[in-house]
Nanobody, 128 residues
Framework: QVQLVESGGGLVQAGGSLRLSCAAS????????MGWFRQAPGKERGFVAA????????NYADSVKGRFTISRDNAKNTVYLQMNSLKPEDTAVYYC?????????????????????WGQGTQVTVSS
């Protein structure tokens, strides 16, 4: 079993920045595809960003391209989500997820069903 713990959420004003972190347990972190998803009140969970093993590729939802950056540090078993130019529409609970199969296809890594392990989430609130 893999445990994921998110941190770094909080309250910021529109235009501000936050960096989310997700620390993972286990010895196979470097082989996982890691993703970030978010869920706003009254809405379904949606894809935000993903990064494959060996930094082969990254992928972003259109709504966050140019503003968010996903990265990973395999030595620390940690994945990050740098969020800049935040908008009120970004307000949501953000979840990190791990795909032990290490999927790389865009259509696959954007689906939450591909990921076996999920964190408990961290709240991000952007005020206007």
């Amino acid at each position: 079993q893999v445990q994921l713990v998110e941190s770094g959420g909080g309250l910021v004003q529109a235009g501000g920045s936050l960096r989310l972190s997700c620390a993972a347990s286990g010895r196979s972190f470097s082989t996982y595809t890691m993703g970030w998803f978010r869920q706003a009140p009254g809405k379904e969970r949606g894809f935000v960003a993903a990064i494959t093993r060996n930094d082969y590729s990254t992928n972003y939802a259109d709504s966050v391209k140019g503003r968010f950056t996903i990265s990973r540090d395999n030595a620390k078993n940690t994945v990050y989500l740098q969020m800049n130019s935040l908008k009120p529409e970004d307000t949501a609970v953000y979840y990190c997820a791990a795909d032990r199969n290490g999927a790389i296809l865009k259509a696959t890594i954007q689906k939450g069903s591909e990921y076996e392990y999920w964190g408990q989430g961290t709240q991000v609130t952007v005020s206007s």
